[in-house]
């Protein structure tokens, strides 16, 4: 992700492989300010004992298995934004 900067209010994260079109196609903008309220929730909920537990390895399995099907269907959605275009 590349951070995009426009004013004070205006900040988002893009792919960066498509900022310099090196094989990804998605030209979504993510609110920074969003994504970083939504980042922080989710770290002061998160009990650093928990990444010790046996659980934790299954724990980042499925969160290795949701990233591959976040950018999975972000590809598809993309394709389908493009395709209406």
């Known amino acids: 992700m ?4 426009k004013g004070d209010a205006e900040r988002y994260l893009a792919c960066s492989s ?3 079109r090196r094989g990804c196609s998605s030209r979504t903008l993510f609110n920074f300010n969003e994504a970083e309220r ?3 929730d989710a770290a002061m909920q998160m009990d650093p ?3 010790r537990a046996p659980v934790a390895s299954g724990t980042r399995d499925n969160l290795h298995r949701v990233q591959r099907d976040v950018t999975r269907l972000s ?3 993309s394709m389908r934004v493009s395709v209406c275009l």
């Open 18 to 20: 498509a900022r310099r």
């Open 49 to 51: 004992a928990a990444r």
């Open 2 to 5: 590349t951070y995009i900067g």
């Open 75 to 77: 590809g598809r959605l």
């Open 38 to 40: 939504q980042f922080l």
